[in-house]
């Protein structure tokens, strides 16, 4: 069978808006692009309040890629030694993928962060992936909207982890994301951009409260 990522994609997205309008709350995606470079996440999902980043593969087989990503490995290894980064980091930076036909999800560092993926020479403390906190997406979905356990950070520490992603991990100069996304309150589907995270939380807060 084809190794179909974007299909994974599709699904878990629409699953996760589903349940979002099930519990009457827009669900935003913002698809990261070339930024995933440095980000190692492909989406960054918000309830307009709160944010997590994604990283989305095919399947079990193909989180072992990771490896060929030097960021990556910074990561794993700059989360041994910052314990606030990296209680941050499990709130909020997941990797999802097929697992025995389902949409599986985990904590990024519970999959890519130990020696299985980097080798028994890499200097990281973990052996192998933590499998027991896989989650399948209708309990991740769940645990997303009601923050137990947290799936997602408010927008301050949301933007001190991702500093520290970025500045620390992958030596970039960027201080946030830049996000495009349709203005859902239009009818038309126009396309509306933001510099930062801040800039697209605000938005998010006055299209929020003009709708209340």
């Known amino acids: 069978m084809i190794q179909n ?45 709160k944010f997590a980043l994604v990283e989305f593969k095919y399947s079990t087989s193909e989180i072992s890629r990771e490896r060929h990503k030097s960021k990556r490995f910074t990561l794993c290894k700059l989360l041994e030694e910052n314990q606030q980064m990296k209680k941050y980091h499990d709130a909020c930076h997941f990797i999802i993928f097929k697992y025995e036909k389902k949409v599986s999800c985990n904590i990024y560092r519970y999959e890519v962060c130990n020696r299985e993926i980097w080798g028994n020479n890499c200097g990281l403390s973990t052996q192998l992936p933590n499998d027991d906190s896989r989650v399948f997406a209708q309990k991740f979905t769940e645990e997303f909207f009601t923050g ?30 830049e996000l495009l996304t349709h203005d859902q309150d239009l009818q038309e589907c126009r396309l509306i951009g933001f510099k930062s995270v801040r800039e697209a939380y605000n938005w998010m807060q006055k299209s929020k409260k003009n709708r209340d």
Do not use: C, H, M
């Open 5 to 49: 990522e974007q299909a994974v994609i599709d699904s878990f997205n629409d699953f996760f808006k589903q349940r979002a309008r099930d519990r009457n709350i827009n669900l935003r995606s913002f698809p990261l692009s070339g930024q995933d470079i440095i980000t190692g996440a492909d989406y960054l999902f918000s309830d307009e309040t």
């Open 148 to 177: 137990n356990p947290p799936r997602s950070l408010p927008v301050n520490k949301f933007e001190a982890y991702l500093k520290w992603l970025l500045n620390e991990t992958s030596k970039s100069s960027k201080q946030s994301l």
